[in-house]
């Protein structure tokens, strides 16, 4: 009887036997109103009540086989199938709107707006994953898709969203074209396109509008934005901040150092502008964190981190943001306990944050905790599946707890996904060097030497790449050359200490005495 209670409630038939119910009382309200004043016959009453307890259960059939939609009146589904959970996503038997945003394609000229295009998808989808009843696929499932020609079929198949968007920017000077559509996979029709011909000035108007057509068509509510959360006016300081994020998304030394620049001059243009001062934070905190920057420039790099996290705060004190750049600044300062305080607030503000998932694993993995960031990387991996640094990173987690089962699982599944992302990344330094020690401990020797030796080739200088082929050669037991990466690279034990890719190194003279000048 439950079921078929929730079944009525899906069909939404007892919210129409409501609505009939209070219709006739009024329609029988009127009527003996209006008859008398009409001199018309006593029997007329009767017939209109009768034809009113005829039509209900005529109104309750309808309501359960028809559904009235932004497309007409079409017929209800049936009650969706429950999948088995290794089909990869459990359905629930309420119907709910799914949509991937992918990246919008840059029509630019000289197609030097990629960034623009990418901040302005990547504000699509942070609005609509605000909406309530909707689910959103996730950056990283959505960017998989970028520079591909895939068809609308596969694409909803592999990320399970019911609808696409897509759409493309012409930006030339300050005049921008804007094009986007929504597609409903199942019948390959657009439910809402449009173009746009504006000036640079508009875009944050642009923004709010493709994004309430698309929450109309779907039926879906958009929350409000927060006026609370200060963001900036100037287009010139957002396309700056979008700049940064392109930067710092690219990982290595260099394009951080860029980022940071980006940031700086956004605060320069719009003082006030929260996320950029944010940005700036986790710019110099991943200066400390990722690249062990030693002595006087790694106290200056927290330094700096500390000043822009502090002035985010006074900014934007209640932005997910802003407590993911404090919790960072407090990890590189080695405050962890601090640290995880903040990344749990950016969790609670943003439950679908993948930094901050990821952030907060990487803190309580370098304070030995690996249960907690265990925990932690399989949440960032369920917010965003694929990220293959959050399951390569898992992986060694699985082996310092001593689950082979779960260690090999996710090392498939992390190098599956750098080999997906190799095919339109062949050389991303990070990638190659984070999949090399992967594959090395599967056991796949040649490929991981491969990937070694073209992650060296092309950034040979990077800390971060460096760090994780000497893992890879740790894994190899090739002992020496681990040794001459690790000298090269490492300025603080906090990760050593804990990482298990090191750990045929630990009983070394060499790397015993190593860790020892660093104490």
């Known amino acids: 009887?439950?079921?078929?209670?929730?079944?009525?409630?899906?069909?939404?038939?007892?919210?129409?036997?409501?609505?009939?119910?209070?219709?006739?009382?009024?329609?029988?309200?009127?009527?003996?109103?209006?008859?008398?004043?009409?001199?018309?016959?006593?029997?007329?009453?009767?017939?209109?009540?009768?034809?009113?307890?005829?039509?209900?259960?005529?109104?309750?059939?309808?309501?359960?086989?028809?559904?009235?939609?932004?497309?007409?009146?079409?017929?209800?589904?049936?009650?969706?199938?429950?999948?088995?959970?290794?089909?990869?996503?459990?359905?629930?038997?309420?119907?709910?709107?799914?949509?991937?945003?992918?990246?919008?394609?840059?029509?630019?000229?000289?197609?030097?707006?990629?960034?623009?295009?990418?901040?302005?998808?990547?504000e699509l989808l942070g609005v609509l994953s605000r909406a309530g009843g909707m689910r959103v696929a996730s950056r990283t499932s959505s960017f998989a898709f970028k520079g591909k020609n895939a068809d609308i079929k596969t694409v909803s198949e592999t990320l399970n969203v019911a609808h696409i968007v897509e759409g493309s920017v012409r930006k030339s000077g300050n005049l921008l074209r804007i094009t986007g559509q929504l597609i409903e996979a199942a019948t390959d029709s657009h439910l809402w396109s449009s173009t746009y011909d504006r000036e640079l000035d508009d875009i944050f108007a642009i923004q709010d509008e493709i994004a309430s057509q698309i929450a109309s068509a779907l039926q879906v509510q958009l929350a409000p934005r927060h006026p609370e959360h200060p963001t900036t006016e100037d287009v010139r300081a957002y396309d700056l901040y979008l700049r940064g994020n392109s930067f710092y998304r690219s990982l290595g030394i260099k394009n951080t150092r860029r980022a940071m620049h980006m940031y700086e001059e956004a605060i320069e243009i719009d003082p006030a502008y929260g996320l950029a001062w944010a940005g700036l934070a986790m710019s110099n905190a991943t200066l400390a964190l990722l690249f062990m920057v030693e002595g006087e420039d790694r106290t200056a790099a927290v330094e700096a981190a500390q000043a822009a996290a502090r002035r985010a705060s006074e900014l934007d004190p209640e932005c997910a943001i802003t407590h993911l750049a404090r919790g960072m600044t407090l990890n590189a300062d080695c405050r962890p306990e601090e640290a995880e305080v903040e990344f749990a607030s950016a969790i609670e503000y943003d439950p679908q944050l993948h930094e901050a998932h990821y952030q907060y694993a990487r803190a309580a993995y370098m304070q030995g905790r690996m249960k907690k960031a265990a925990a932690l990387f399989e949440k960032a991996v369920e917010v965003d599946p694929d990220d293959y640094g959050s399951s390569l990173l898992l992986s060694s987690v699985y082996r310092s707890l001593g689950q082979p089962g779960k260690q090999q699982a996710t090392i498939m599944r992390g190098t599956a996904l750098v080999e997906k992302h190799l095919e339109k990344h062949p050389n991303d330094a990070r990638a190659l060097a984070l999949g090399a020690a992967a594959m090395q401990a599967n056991g796949n020797i040649e490929k991981a030497e491969l990937w070694a030796e073209r992650a060296l080739a092309v950034d040979p200088d990077n800390e971060s790449t460096?760090?994780?082929?000497?893992?890879?050669?740790?894994?190899?037991?090739?002992?020496?050359?681990?040794?001459?990466?690790?000298?090269?690279?490492?300025?603080?034990?906090?990760?050593?200490?804990?990482?298990?890719?090191?750990?045929?190194?630990?009983?070394?003279?060499?790397?015993?005495?190593?860790?020892?000048?660093?104490?």
């Open 1 to 122: 009887m439950r079921a078929f209670f929730d079944e009525l409630r899906r069909r939404k038939v007892l919210k129409v036997g409501i609505a009939y119910l209070v219709g006739a009382w009024l329609v029988l309200q009127l009527a003996d109103v209006i008859f008398p004043a009409m001199h018309l016959p006593d029997w007329s009453m009767s017939l209109v009540l009768g034809v009113l307890v005829v039509g209900l259960p005529l109104a309750l059939v309808l309501s359960w086989v028809f559904d009235i939609t932004p497309r007409g009146i079409e017929k209800t589904e049936g009650k969706p199938a429950v999948k088995s959970p290794t089909s990869g996503v459990i359905e629930t038997t309420e119907k709910m709107p799914s949509v991937a945003v992918l990246p919008f394609v840059d029509m630019s000229p000289d197609h030097d707006n990629e960034y623009f295009a990418d901040g302005l998808t990547e």
């Open 466 to 519: 460096l760090y994780n082929i000497a893992c890879t050669y740790s894994l190899a037991g090739k002992f020496d050359k681990a040794m001459d990466l690790i000298e090269r690279c490492i300025h603080s034990t906090s990760w050593i200490k804990r990482d298990s890719d090191l750990d045929p190194l630990r009983e070394l003279p060499r790397f015993k005495a190593f860790v020892k000048s660093l104490e």
